[in-house]
């Protein structure tokens, strides 16, 4: 059983040591050139498949598996096949009047020499580890043709983007290599509709996992946190049944059930802020921030002093207040912050200061 499809186009490898390999070996043969092609496929069993190609009237023998891994992306095909001369499976592009009988083929028709039943008319389901191979080559092999035709949108020069024409052109040239790019993308996606899904749902390694429920409860026999997964609250739960107060009701099963009677919440338990250390020049700059904001509550409270008491040499008396406040406000509200001693020992004074305020012991002197 074989298939002979011939007619005219151009062979391109995509990697550059392929090309280099099969022009030493063929050295008549000009592949990049319109060349008469004669594609001849033969079954040999077990999904085996003998390709020859013949190029002029020199035969190149390959061979595949399966199936040659076809895409078309513009009026260019893409087969993967194994060559015999370079001992590996290469990647080759065939453009001209014969890629659409090869891709009809090579996409469809190959299925006829394997010998299934009818009714089918069905894509052959790939596995997904073959389906991931193609798709990594085919974006590689688009990315590629997308690079060569940008190669040819930045020779256009726009004077540093002062040619607005030129500028434009270029734009839409970059547009046009990723609108083809996008062509073949898309195209490969239809093709493989059912693979396409699978393969999108198990991106980042396994499909859509459960997202963990936490439970958030501080009573008897709780973490220190507070937080636990549903099994973790229901294992606190049934351990600590005659720990309560009251005895839960025997009808009490599930996780909601437990969290209405134990008055747990859902979700994680909210964590205290632990206080953060200020560095000094921190400390310094909120030391210089109040003490600026009670010089002026100062201010104003000297100036209603003034109004009612009528002190003579009030305003030197007021100079020599602000002076003090000035030297000692920022020297204690920085001691007082380093040691909290000292925070409560300032605290203590101040209210033994209005202690005496109040019992009108403390006398001001002016």
Request: glycine share 8%.
């Amino acid at each position: 059983m074989s298939k002979v499809i011939a007619g005219r186009g151009k062979i391109e490898f995509s990697k550059e040591k392929d090309k280099e390999t099969m022009n030493k070996k063929y050295p008549d043969v000009q592949f990049e050139k319109m060349n008469s092609l004669t594609f001849t496929t033969t079954y040999k069993g077990n999904k085996l498949f003998d390709l020859k190609i013949k190029v002029g009237s020199t035969e190149i023998p390959c061979s595949f598996k399966k199936w040659a891994e076809p895409w078309k992306y513009g009026s260019k095909l893409a087969l993967t096949p194994h060559f015999k001369d370079l001992g590996k499976k290469a990647i080759f592009s065939v453009s001209g009047g014969i890629q659409g009988k090869l891709f009809q083929f090579f996409r469809y028709d190959y299925e006829k020499m394997l010998g299934k039943k009818k009714g089918g008319g069905k894509n052959v389901r790939v596995k997904p580890e073959e389906f991931k191979k193609m798709i990594s080559e085919m974006e590689g092999s688009a990315m590629k043709e997308n690079q060569k035709c940008n190669t040819s949108c930045y020779k256009i020069k726009t004077n540093h983007a002062k040619d607005k024409k030129k500028l434009q052109l270029k734009r839409k040239c970059h547009q046009g290599c990723e609108k083809k790019r996008m062509k073949t993308v898309k195209a490969f996606h239809k093709k493989y509709p059912k693979e396409f899904k699978g393969f999108v749902k198990n991106l980042g390694g396994g499909g859509s996992k459960k997202q963990t429920k936490y439970i958030c409860y501080d009573g008897i026999g709780s973490n220190k946190t507070g937080t636990h997964t549903e099994k973790e609250f229901l294992q606190v739960m049934k351990k600590n049944k005659d720990n309560f107060n009251e005895n839960p009701p025997k009808n009490i099963k599930t996780a909601d059930q437990w969290m209405k009677w134990a008055g747990a919440e859902k979700g994680r338990c909210k964590t205290k802020k632990q206080p953060v250390k200020l560095t000094d020049k921190q400390i310094r700059k909120k030391c210089r921030k109040s003490c600026n904001k009670g010089r002026k509550e100062l201010t104003k409270s000297l100036k209603a002093m003034d109004k009612i008491l009528k002190v003579k040499n009030f305003k030197e008396l007021n100079k020599k207040s602000l002076k003090m406040y000035d030297k000692t406000c920022v020297k204690t509200c920085v001691d007082i912050a380093k040691d909290p001693k000292k925070m409560k020992q300032s605290l203590n004074e101040i209210k033994e200061i209005q202690g005496k305020m109040n019992e009108g012991k403390l006398k001001i002197s002016l």
